[in-house]
Every structure is written in structure tokens, then in C-alpha cells.
């Protein structure tokens, strides 16, 4: 039994490396984008515009025939206004995501994210955290670099503060277009 064990498992590792179309590997990458907040709530905020600058960092491969799998890091500056007082401005974000996809191609992926943020609403002093979901493309422009563009939508929990003594309360929401460049070590 123990022979059969150690056989089974001496050829599933032998056989994983041919499962793998092309290596996992780390990549690194930034991007610009256009940001829409809004915030709903009773207190009548309208939306307004941002323009987020991304850092991000991962480690993903094609797994299988056309199976795309990696995790990622990402970090943001510039990500808007939610109120015309300036009260919900964020300043900062940082998050982590799940970013499953299919090649369409040789050179081009389609891909979703399923992730967690946090973002520094600064003039509350406060962190929120949201839940991060996005569709996108990339597609290779050299052998390490490629052009990725997404929209994600974030929807961040409850913020609560006080002004001139009434107590506010609204859920943010962020819709995000970003272009990027992404550089693979391979």
C-alpha cells in the first residue's frame, strides 16, 4: 500500500510541470486611470472624479491548456472626492486580489478580480475597507511587457462622522477605469 502511495505520488510530481503552459512567474506594473465615487445615503452627495495612480505587484501563470491564475498586491494614490464639502476625500488605498482568467490567445488574457481594499478617508481620519470586483484585458506588447485594461467596482462599508453636530452616515462606492503596464519576469 505504502508502495503504491509513493508511486502515485512520484508521478503526479513528475507529471505537474507539464500541466503548466507557460511559467508562473512574478510581474510588477503601473497604471492611470479615471475614478467616479458616489456615496449613497440620505444626505444628497453627488459623485465626483479622480485620477488614481496604481503600483501593483503579483504572481501568476497559465495553468493547464488556457487557465489563467494569480494573486496580486496593489497600491493607490489619488483616488478622488466622494462630496462637493470635501468631507469623504480619499487619499490612499491598498489591497489584495484574486485575479483568475482565460487566455483568448497566445498574447491575450481575459480576466476578472475578486479582492479586498482599504482606503484612507483622510479628512474623517479614517480607514474603510471594500470589496473589489473587475473585468479586464491584457495583452502582450514584447515578450515582457503587456497592456492591461480593467474596470473594477468597489464598495466600501459604512462611514460614519459627525458635522456641526448632526451625525452622517453614507456607503461609498467607487467605479474605476485603468490602463496599465505590466512587466513579467520570465
Known amino acids: ?9 512520484v508521478m503526479t510530481a513528475l507529471t505537474a510541470g507539464i500541466a503548466l503552459a507557460s511559467p508562473v512567474a512574478p510581474y510588477v506594473g503601473a497604471g492611470l486611470g479615471v475614478v467616479t465615487n458616489t456615496a449613497n445615503s440620505s444626505n444628497n452627495f453627488g459623485s465626483n472624479r479622480g485620477v488614481p495612480f496604481n503600483l501593483f505587484a503579483g ?3 497559465v495553468i493547464g491548456e488556457s487557465f489563467y491564475l494569480a494573486g496580486e498586491l496593489i ?15 480619499t487619499t490612499y488605498g491598498y489591497g489584495a486580489s484574486i485575479i483568475p482568467g482565460v487566455m483568448l490567445s497566445e ?16 479628512d474623517l481620519s479614517q480607514n474603510q475597507t471594500g470589496g473589489q470586483f473587475g473585468l479586464g484585458l491584457q495583452t502582450g506588447l514584447t515578450q515582457n511587457v503587456d497592456l492591461r485594461g480593467e474596470y473594477d467596482y468597489t464598495a466600501y462599508r459604512s462611514v460614519n462622522w459627525n ?14 477605469f485603468n490602463l496599465s503596464l505590466v512587466y513579467k519576469f520570465e
Not at 497600491?75 to 476625500?89: E, I
Not at 498574447?107 to 483622510?122: D, N, P, W
Not at 458635522?163 to 474605476?176: L, Y
Request: aromatic share 6%.
Open 1 to 9: 500500500m505504502l508502495k503504491k502511495i509513493l508511486l502515485g505520488s
Open 59 to 61: 504572481y501568476g501563470g
Open 75 to 89: 497600491g493607490t494614490v489619488g483616488t478622488g472626492v466622494l462630496s462637493d464639502n470635501g468631507v469623504l476625500k
Open 107 to 122: 498574447h491575450t488574457l481575459a480576466f476578472v478580480r475578486a479582492g479586498a481594499v482599504r482606503s484612507r478617508f483622510s
Open 163 to 176: 458635522s456641526n453636530g448632526v451625525h452622517r452616515s453614507t456607503s461609498p462606492r467607487q467605479d474605476a
